[in-house]
């Protein structure tokens, strides 16, 4: 079967950094893709991989191994508005979005 | 950049009434449109797929005759809750694909839907 793992729920402090990991066993791989979700609103899109290695976009980046079907999301200088669910999602063979359930990053000050 | 616009934001209806929900995009043609539900504290949960000119595709345990979707245009899919229950409340959110090279998905800012 087709599986994405991610931690339920983190805790990380103002200022500093954090890493959500990803874990995925897909039929085909497309892609791995990044979104942010606050609460009751829709994701919004933040990264895309489908090399192995680090893709940087400001604060954020997200690092890619094909080879060991992991992922993680870096998060720095975090800001009280970082406090949302990070989705991490793959795309198998036919193209379709499998959705790991999610993180809860919790940001105290 | 891709905007996904969904109507209506949210809505209340009795049980036992139909409701449609529209996603459109408005400035991009999407060629293929999904619909996801999410409850309260889990995940994206795909129901069907949609492509433009064809019938959709949905996914196992979702109900074909109760979730009817017209995917009609290139900018315009609906979805249509059926004999609406209690049951079927949710957070429906769309996204739409075009032609892109990174195969991403935009998403549509979702319609609430709470059934009396």
């Known amino acids: 079967g087709q599986n994405i793992d991610q931690p339920t729920e983190m805790t990380a402090t103002e200022g500093a950094i954090v890493q959500i990991n990803c874990t995925y066993q897909t039929s085909g791989f497309n892609g791995l893709f990044w979104y942010q979700q606050h609460a009751g609103e829709a994701p919004t899109f933040l990264s895309y991989n489908v090399l192995d290695g680090l893709e940087e976009k400001g604060r954020f980046s997200s690092f890619l191994s094909r080879s060991k079907g992991y992922s993680y999301l870096l998060l720095k200088e975090l800001q009280m508005k970082d406090s949302a669910s990070y989705l991490c999602?793959?795309?198998?063979?036919?193209?379709?979005?499998?959705w790991g359930a999610g993180t809860k990053l919790i940001i105290k000050p | 950049g891709a905007v996904v616009s969904q109507h209506p934001s949210w809505v209340i209806c009795k049980s036992g009434t139909s409701v449609k929900i529209e996603c459109r995009s408005l400035?991009?043609?999407?060629?293929?449109m999904f619909w996801y539900r999410q409850f309260p504290k889990q995940s994206l949960m795909l129901m069907a797929t949609?492509?433009?000119?064809?019938?959709?595709?949905?996914e196992q345990g979702v109900e074909k005759d109760k979730f009817l979707i017209n995917h009609a245009s290139l900018t315009l899919s609906t979805l249509t809750v059926t004999s609406a229950h209690p049951e079927d409340s949710s957070f429906y959110i769309c996204?739409?694909?075009?032609?892109?090279?990174?195969?991403?998905?935009?998403f549509g800012p979702g319609t609430r839907l709470t059934v009396l």
């Open positions: 999602a793959v795309m198998d063979s036919n193209y379709q979005l499998i």
């Open positions: 949609s492509n433009e000119g064809s019938k959709a595709t949905y």
């Open positions: 996204s739409a694909r075009g032609r892109n090279e990174n195969n991403e998905q935009f």
């Open positions: 400035d991009f043609q999407a060629t293929t």
